[in-house]
Structure formats: structure tokens, C-alpha cells
């Protein structure tokens, strides 16, 4: 019997912000996945090790979390006010869907870096690099500022992450107007029009959201809501498939209520990564994964967040972004919690410590918009060479 061979794909693995992901350029790929969107998730689900019925990707470079189970594909852009255009996938672990419907703001902090160092945009030797990123998943302009040093990306420094074990080179993120419009999926900003929204949700009950669409489409909750105090780590949450069951459902019903999906059903089977559902509280002290002490009289509010069925160990980038929107905008589950205190930044509590992320809102005719979220993170080539696949992937 004639075996496949495997063949070699040229691709850069980086991790960005508390992610990792496999980055390539279309010309990386084989011909047949470049022109070929189910060719190509079947080549991305390959390179990860999905799907995986033992949840591990042992046979692949996913690492078997949502924050490791990531593809990045970086192209020169055709558009004026853009450099390179990025789409992100998120690869289900267990399940064989990748899913493009949203972006990966961890992830986006890589996205400059490699673009430079694949030749994609000219950099200065010496400065800043500007980049200006077209987010090709929700359509949005994102500018990353890059350190260079002696005509490459200065990659180690002193900037520290929480949720990253060791320092690196900050890089500053500016999300423009992160808030959808009309135009984008899901309608406005406010996709029902309301800052907070009354689902009844089979199983679970009436429960108070906010609806929006900042950064990616994100759902918001009181933890009180599900009986938890907000300080939560991984493994109370994801070791609580009850626990796990409504905050699924919550999540999938809100779906639906934004315009995204028709059904609750469809919203788990064939959209996981987007929108996020996420819980808040109030400031409060508590232990960091690593051990570090998180003191209430540093925080603006404590929030969690699923990703991909699981709680993340951080915070998602696009995450912070919505929280950045939603506190800075009265009237959200957010802001309510800000105790009349909206600002252009806020510092909110993760798993794994803290992070600022600020926010520009402008308010016209009652009407609110955010111009401008930003915030900080760090980005690092871990390896640059070939992965190797079957060729009959």
C-alpha cells in the first residue's frame, strides 16, 4: 500500500499577547488551500492536531487550550489606509470546525512583528515601525506600534504581561472605532439597542445581558447571575460541567438575540469562538494562577471570560476591548459596576493578575461611540522554519 508523503509548509509559530498560533502568508500554502476555503480548514485543523477525540493535539501544534489552538494568515493589503490584512482562525480542539468568524486580539500584538520579518511593510532600522493592520474577520483598523532596532523587530525587553511567564518588548495597540456600525455583522454597537437586555434562557432563566459589538461581538453577565462571586479560577469553572451547560446556553440564546445565528443550536455546533460571554463583579482581592496577590484596592471591577467552552486563563484581547467600551459607556451590566466612575481607561482583574485598557467614548445626541480602545501587549517569534503535514491532509 502507497503512504502519503508528508510535505513541508514554510510558517512562523509566535506567541502574541497570552496566545500562540501558527502564522503564514497565502503563498505559504499549498496550492490547493489557497483558493480553497474548505481545503485550507482542513489543512489548518492538520497543522493544529484537530480534531482530537482525547482533547490533547498531541499530533499537531495546538497545545489543547482555546489559546493555543489558533492560525493567523497575514497578506499584503490592497487597501489605502492598510499595510497587511489578517485573519484569524480558531481551531476547535475536539470538534472539526475552524472558526474565522471573529479575531484574536492576543494575537494581534504578533501580527506587526511578523509582518516585518516576512517582508511584508517596510520598517524604519532604527525607531518605531507603524503597522496598520485591516482585521479581515470583523472588518475593523487596527495600528500596532513596533520597537525596531538595527533593521530588525526588538523582540525581549522589560515590558511584563500578566498571564506571560517571562518580560518582553511592549508593543502599544490602538483598536479603531472598535464599536460595530451598521454595516458590520450584528448590526450596531448595540445590536438589540439596548445597553441591557432580559433573556429567558431554557434551563437557566431570566438573566440580565449586554449585547455587544466591541472588539469582537461579546455578552456580558453579573457573576451573580450564575451564583458565582466573580473570582473564579480555571479549575472551579471548567471542572463544573453544570456550571459550563448554562453559561453555553446563556451564551448561544444571546447569540441568536444578537442576529448572529438562527438557532441556539447552530450558535454551539458551528460558532464557538464568537461572541464571548463573560462575567464581572465588583473589585476584589484574590490569588493570581501564579500565586501573585490581586488586591481589590487596585481594581476598577474583576471579570472572566469563555473561550471556546473553557475559562481563559487570562483575559482575551478582544475581551478587554469590549470591557474598555462597555465601562466606558453608562448604562452596561460593565459600567454599572464602575460605580458612576467612567473614565478613559479602566483596570480590571483576570485569572492571571490584572490589565488597563483604555477607551476613547464620545457622546453626541445621547448617542455614544468609541473612537479609539487601547492597551499593551507583547509578541515573540518562538520558531520559524516548516511544518510538516501529510499531503493528502
Not at 525607531?127 to 538595527?150: C, E, L, S, Y
Not at 438557532?263 to 500565586?291: C, D, L, W
Not at 467612567?342 to 448617542?367: M, N, Y
Request: charged share 20%.
Amino acid at each position: 500500500m502507497t503512504q502519503a508523503k508528508q510535505i513541508a509548509i514554510r510558517a512562523t509559530y509566535m506567541r502574541g499577547g497570552t496566545s500562540k498560533g501558527v502564522f503564514f502568508t497565502p503563498e505559504d500554502l499549498p496550492e490547493s488551500a489557497r483558493n480553497d476555503n474548505t481545503a485550507r480548514d482542513r489543512l489548518m485543523m492538520r497543522v493544529i492536531g484537530s480534531p482530537d477525540a482525547y482533547g490533547k493535539q498531541i499530533d499537531g501544534m495546538g497545545a489543547a487550550t482555546s489559546s493555543t489552538s489558533k492560525v493567523v494568515i497575514v497578506s499584503k493589503s490592497n487597501r489605502e489606509d492598510s499595510d497587511v490584512d489578517y485573519l484569524f482562525g480558531a481551531v476547535d480542539i475536539e470538534k472539526p470546525v475552524v472558526d474565522w468568524s471573529g479575531n484574536c486580539g492576543n494575537l494581534t500584538s504578533a501580527v506587526g512583528p511578523f509582518a516585518i520579518a516576512r517582508g511584508l511593510v517596510d520598517a524604519p532600522r532604527n525607531g518605531i515601525a507603524v503597522v496598520r493592520i485591516w482585521q479581515a474577520n470583523i472588518k475593523k483598523r487596527i495600528i500596532a506600534h513596533v520597537a525596531m532596532q538595527d533593521g530588525e523587530v526588538v523582540e525581549t525587553g522589560d515590558f511584563e504581561l500578566d498571564g506571560v511567564t517571562f518580560p518582553a518588548a511592549e508593543i502599544k495597540i490602538e483598536f479603531l472605532d472598535p464599536g460595530a456600525d451598521e454595516d458590520s455583522e450584528g448590526g450596531a454597537m448595540f445590536p438589540t439597542g439596548n445597553r441591557v437586555d432580559t433573556l429567558d434562557v431554557p434551563g437557566v432563566g431570566v438573566v440580565e445581558v449586554t449585547l455587544i459589538n466591541a472588539g469582537n461581538p461579546s455578552i456580558f453577565i453579573d457573576a451573580a447571575t450564575v451564583g458565582l462571586g466573580g473570582t473564579e479560577m480555571q479549575g472551579t469553572v471548567n471542572g463544573n460541567a453544570e456550571l459550563l451547560a448554562k453559561l453555553e446556553a446563556i451564551r448561544a440564546h444571546a447569540t441568536v438575540a444578537m442576529g448572529l445565528t438562527a438557532t441556539a443550536q447552530e450558535a454551539s455546533e458551528k460558532r464557538p469562538h464568537t461572541p464571548k460571554i463573560a462575567f464581572v463583579s465588583p473589585p476584589a482581592s484574590y490569588m493570581a494562577s501564579n500565586g501573585k496577590a490581586v488586591a481589590a484596592s487596585d481594581l476598577d471591577l474583576v471579570a472572566r471570560i469563555m473561550s471556546m467552552g473553557k475559562l481563559h486563563h487570562a483575559m482575551t484581547g478582544t475581551g478587554a476591548v469590549a470591557i474598555a467600551v462597555a465601562s466606558a459607556i453608562p448604562g452596561t451590566v460593565v459600567s454599572r459596576l464602575m460605580e458612576g466612575k467612567l473614565s478613559e481607561g479602566v483596570r480590571f482583574g483576570h485569572p492571571s493578575g490584572s490589565l488597563r485598557v483604555g477607551a476613547e467614548a464620545v457622546e453626541q445626541g445621547g448617542e455614544w461611540s468609541v473612537t479609539k480602545a487601547i492597551m499593551s501587549r507583547s509578541a515573540r517569534r518562538l520558531m520559524d522554519g516548516s511544518v510538516f503535514v501529510p499531503a493528502n491532509f
